[in-house]
């Protein structure tokens, strides 16, 4: 299957899609691109503080939507975690993760400051989930600026999956975003693509980057 394993198309829930509406659209355009089906993981953050429970509000009332408006794709749902200590260690403890697939957790880091992260180190964040037999998966690793190549490959090395973004592929963050994501492909490291979907400027983007000759499955 054609599959997308990080969006936030679930509405009003973060800074993805605000509407029923522009999640029903963001979906619909997607299954014109070929996915099958959509993992809606959204933001749980010291911002965004969503719980299994309304998470599962939303995602019952977009599935509800997408099949009364008979778009053929299936929705799965899972959560994009941050590494923060205002949610991420009580989740951990409480056993409160929505695994991907069965498999995989996105575990995210603040886009901008490191800083956030409190005294969570994330080499030690990551075995913690390792050692419950489930996969860490870094996502969009091109957007934080403030990590090393070395970091990253260490992380790799310990059995961190890389997710990188279509989005950044198409210019959605800027050449510099691009150009990381395309080495970060080249070089192998790069175990999954996803959209990260949040609303339809990420849309226009990357349909103008389809429309250019590029592909989402022959990268």
């Given at each position: 299957m054609k599959i997308d394993i990080h969006s936030h198309i679930l509405p009003g829930i973060d800074d993805g899609a605000r509407t029923l509406e522009e999640s029903v659209q963001l979906v619909s355009e997607m299954a014109k691109w070929g996915f099958e089906r959509i993992t809606c993981t959204p933001h749980i953050t010291k911002k965004f503080r969503n719980t299994q429970e309304s998470i599962r509000e939303k995602f019952d009332i977009l599935s509800d939507a997408v099949i009364s408006n008979g778009l053929d794709i299936e929705l799965r749902m899972s959560a994009e975690y941050r590494l923060n200590p205002e949610t991420w260690p009580e989740i951990l403890a409480q056993n409160q993760l929505m695994p991907i697939?069965?498999?995989?957790?996105?575990?995210?880091?603040?886009i901008n400051d490191p800083s956030?992260?409190?005294?969570?180190?994330?080499?030690?964040?990551?075995?913690?989930?390792?050692?419950?037999?489930?996969?860490?998966?870094?996502?969009?690793?091109?957007?934080?600026?403030?990590?090393?190549?070395?970091?990253?490959?260490?992380?790799?090395?310990?059995?961190?999956?890389?997710?990188?973004?279509?989005?950044s592929l198409a210019g959605v963050y800027g050449a510099e975003v691009r150009e990381r994501a395309q080495s970060l492909i080249n070089e192998d490291i790069v175990s999954f693509l996803a959209s990260d979907m949040h609303n339809m400027l990420y849309i226009k983007t990357i349909g103008d980057w389809l429309h250019s000759g590029n592909s989402l499955w022959d990268i």
């Amino acid at each position: 299957m054609k599959i997308d394993i990080h969006s936030h198309i679930l509405p009003g829930i973060d800074d993805g899609a605000r509407t029923l509406e522009e999640s029903v659209q963001l979906v619909s355009e997607m299954a014109k691109w070929g996915f099958e089906r959509i993992t809606c993981t959204p933001h749980i953050t010291k911002k965004f503080r969503n719980t299994q429970e309304s998470i599962r509000e939303k995602f019952d009332i977009l599935s509800d939507a997408v099949i009364s408006n008979g778009l053929d794709i299936e929705l799965r749902m899972s959560a994009e975690y941050r590494l923060n200590p205002e949610t991420w260690p009580e989740i951990l403890a409480q056993n409160q993760l929505m695994p991907i697939e069965d498999q995989y957790i996105l575990m995210e880091f603040p886009i901008n400051d490191p800083s956030e992260m409190g005294g969570l180190i994330p080499m030690e964040e990551f075995l913690k989930v390792i050692s419950l037999g489930l996969t860490p998966v870094l996502p969009h690793p091109e957007r934080y600026f403030y990590l090393s190549h070395d970091e990253l490959l260490g992380y790799v090395d310990a059995g961190v999956k890389i997710q990188s973004n279509y989005g950044s592929l198409a210019g959605v963050y800027g050449a510099e975003v691009r150009e990381r994501a395309q080495s970060l492909i080249n070089e192998d490291i790069v175990s999954f693509l996803a959209s990260d979907m949040h609303n339809m400027l990420y849309i226009k983007t990357i349909g103008d980057w389809l429309h250019s000759g590029n592909s989402l499955w022959d990268i």
